[in-house]
């Protein structure tokens, strides 16, 4: 048996050349600022957090270890419950509204020639508005006796709710707002529908197929790949809803009591009240970790879900 | 406006359309309809236009009217009260908050930009041990909430003395950004290789690839980058609602979210400065929309970025 000191590099191994070892080190000099990011605002910060979600840390005394407690008072906090509730009630809403409205509106645009551009910046345009700024135009759009939506409604003979201050309506409400916003869903269908091949639909119409027919059996193939995309970033931001609702109901002494926050309150946004306003930087890092967890378990079902639906033609996404 | 989109669906002209799938659409299809889904047609997309269209027309209407008539129904401004925006100015610092708008939105954007090219040069031209599973690791950063990292993010930046600066909120951009370093990669990849190889024979340096080569050819790309991360720090309310405490600090939403508090329902009651706070806010974004059109749409259809 030869001694290992003095074998051959084993055959398995590439010898690597001067020159490749010198790529290298500047192949990771490239990526150096991503790794070092990565590392104190990535990994570092996930790694502090799932401590601190063991701890009670209240920033001026140091944390305090705890062991399950948080966890343990996390699933019997009826804010908690309540805040995790509406969002998934927003999310149930939002999700399968924004994608069926921006699918009809995707449908329509096609169709259009030469004024494409034009009608594509209006329904993109309200994404542009700053998020605060929509939260402040709809919490007056949708002011039950002055609000332009329950004047609208009042022109159809409906008697519009009190979208702001009802606790049974606050929640509609701010779907309706998150429709408002749907432009980038829009673009996205508009794209897939575009790349649509034409002769899929001249074959499918030989072949006797109706506009409906040609519908599901051509275009929602064709597009499943677009829409499984949006269904899981769509999904995936709306557990995460923070900016408009804070800025219609939250951060104000005065509003905060007058109009039921209860109904309004989102997980994020009792995540940071935890974090910021009351400081519990323990207890909210544990609720962090249950989001990150919900988002995973979801995110996961919908993958495989997809594989049963989506359509994928040798495209290379 | 009916009537050039009527013109304009009964006969779509070819090649005129911004999207080239317009280009390859017989112009016979929409003529061959019945009268019916024509005029269904045109009553859907004007319908809808005009209710995506309301809620910015009643803002610059409602922003223009005396106090009393901001309620009153209506869209028009009338009476005619311009004052309404001298007012807010004098009422609230707008003009500051719109400064450090655009000093933290530049910064962000630049330097975002910037640091993800370098990083998405280093993924897509060199060839090394364990690079696809790190850029796997770029890709994954993605999923991870804000929330799980704002905690001890927030720890650090107090650490470093840094809050109540408007440092962490741009400064966290110099590190790449797994989204843009995504985007970016992808159009470094359709660059030909030879150019570099041929620049590299020349006896260019990797440093000297990056800025006289690749920079200059993924220009589009960049300004796609560019736009997306000075939009995202224009409408942020969170980072300046953690971060800043001193008012000649805040970005314009945290400004306008004290104005609406000062103002608005449990303030005030002068919605008029509110709303015209909140059409200030809103205009550099149209218009930055405007400039940057192009850029917006290729990067939303490309990468199905959520606005």
């Known amino acids: 048996m030869a001694s290992t000191a003095t074998a051959p590099p084993a055959p398995g191994r590439r010898r690597r050349t001067p020159l490749a070892r010198r790529e290298a080190r500047w192949a990771y000099l490239f990526l150096a600022p991503w790794i070092i990011g990565f590392l104190a605002f990535t990994a570092g910060p996930m790694i502090a957090s799932a401590w601190l979600s063991f701890t009670e840390y209240d ?12 966890y343990r008072e ?14 998934v009630y927003y999310t149930a809403l939002h999700v399968p509204l924004v994608m069926a409205i921006s699918l009809g509106l995707a449908l329509l645009l096609k169709r259009v020639g030469r004024w494409q551009g034009f009608f594509r ?3 993109y345009l309200p994404v542009m508005t700053p998020a605060v700024a929509v939260g402040i135009l709809f919490l007056l759009l949708l002011n039950t006796q002055d609000g332009l939506i329950n004047r609208g409604l009042a022109l159809v003979g409906i008697e519009g709710p009190s979208w702001t201050t009802d606790p049974d309506w606050v929640m509609p409400g701010i779907v309706l707002m998150s429709l408002w916003s749907l432009g980038s869903t829009v673009i996205i269908y508009l794209a897939a529908l575009q790349n649509v091949p034409r002769d899929l639909y001249e074959a499918a119409s030989i072949d006797g197929a109706g506009a409906w027919a040609r519908f599901r059996h051509v275009t929602l193939p064709m597009i499943s790949g677009a829409l499984f995309f949006t ?3 769509n999904t995936i931001a709306s557990l995460q809803m923070f900016t408009e609702v804070y800025t219609m109901y939250f951060g104000n002494r005065e509003t905060q009591n007058r109009f039921n926050s209860d109904a309004a309150s989102f997980y994020v946004i009792h995540l940071f009240q935890e974090a910021f306003q009351f400081l519990h930087m323990g207890y909210a890092s544990a609720m962090a970790w249950l989001l990150f967890v919900i988002i995973l378990v979801v995110t996961l079902v919908q993958v495989k879900l997809s594989n049963r639906f989506v359509f994928y033609e040798g495209e290379d996404r | 406006m009916t009537t050039a989109v009527e013109r304009t669906a009964a006969a779509p002209v070819p090649g005129a359309g911004p999207a080239p ?3 390859r659409r017989p112009p016979a299809e929409d003529a061959r309809r019945p009268l019916w889904q024509r005029v269904a ?9 005009v209710i995506f269209m309301l809620p910015f027309v009643w803002l610059v209407g409602a922003s223009l009217r005396p106090r009393e008539y901001v309620f009153a129904p209506g869209f028009l401004p009338v009476p005619f009260a311009p004052g309404n925006y001298t007012e807010a100015w004098s009422a609230a610092p707008l003009l500051t908050w719109l400064f450090n708008s655009v000093v933290v939105g530049v910064a962000a954007a630049a330097a975002v930009t910037i640091s993800s090219a370098w990083v998405a040069f280093g993924f897509a031209y060199f060839r090394f041990p364990g690079r696809d599973l790190l850029f796997g690791l770029v890709l994954a950063t993605m999923m991870l909430p804000f929330a799980v990292t704002m905690i001890p993010t927030y720890l650090i930046w107090s650490e470093l003395r840094l809050t109540d600066t408007q440092v962490p909120l741009w400064a966290g951009n110099l590190f790449g950004s797994a989204f843009y370093i995504f985007l970016l990669r992808q159009f470094l990849l359709s660059l030909p290789r030879e150019y570099f190889e041929a620049a590299r024979v020349d006896g260019a340096s990797y440093p000297q690839l990056f800025w006289k080569l690749a920079f200059p050819l993924i220009r589009p790309a960049l300004l796609v980058a560019f736009v997306f991360e000075f939009k995202a720090s224009w409408t942020d309310l969170m980072k300046p609602l953690i971060y800043l405490r001193n008012e000649e600090l805040f970005t314009l939403p945290r400004g306008l979210k004290v104005v609406l508090d000062r103002f608005g329902y449990g303030g005030e009651q002068q919605w008029e400065v509110v709303l015209a706070g909140s059409v200030i806010a809103t205009v550099p974004m149209i218009i930055l929309f405007f400039l940057a059109q192009r850029h ?12």
Do not use: C, H, W
Not at chain 1, 59 to 70: C, F, R, S
Not at chain 1, 74 to 87: E, F, I, K
């Open chain 1, 231 to 233: 269904l899981i970033v």
């Open chain 2, 296 to 307: 917006f749409v290729e990067g939303i259809a490309t990468t199905g970025r959520k606005g």
């Open chain 1, 59 to 70: 920033v001026i005394n140091p944390p305090e270890y705890t062991g399950l407690d948080n």
């Open chain 1, 121 to 123: 910046t209006v329904f």
């Open chain 1, 74 to 87: 996390l699933m019997a906090d009826p804010q908690v419950a309540r805040s995790l509730g509406n969002t």
């Open chain 2, 21 to 23: 799938a317009a280009a």
């Open chain 2, 41 to 49: 047609f045109v009553a859907a997309l004007t319908g809808a236009s």
